[in-house]
């Protein structure tokens, strides 16, 4: 059996980074085509932020639909939960949320929206 050498190794390394990359950009998308192709758009409110991942911050947030209540998070960068800090993480801040109606635990937001321009729903 032949050995690889590194430049090969290093090849097979990044071909298969690339197409993770791809994957999940592809997963993505279909995720969310799926979810606008039978959108119900709502109010979720934030309820904590906490330690998630590896070194990460996620936002733990709820939303009501059909009298279910469903609680999900967020990966959230660290700017914006030290943003949140000094305004109780901003627990009971709200924001507009789009779900799935048939399946209501898949949903997408304006992330851009919320974690860099805090565009809250005031009520």
Sequence with gaps: MRKLTKNQIGIIWKVGFVALIIFVLIQSYYHKKTIESNPYELTAEIIGIENCYKNGRC??????????????RANSDWSFSNWCKDKNNCRGYKFKLTIDKD???????DWEKLFRKKEFVTQ
């Design 103 to 109: 399946n209501p635990e898949k949903n997408i937001a």
């Design 59 to 72: 936002i733990v947030f709820k939303y009501e639909y059909k009298n279910k209540t469903y609680t999900d």
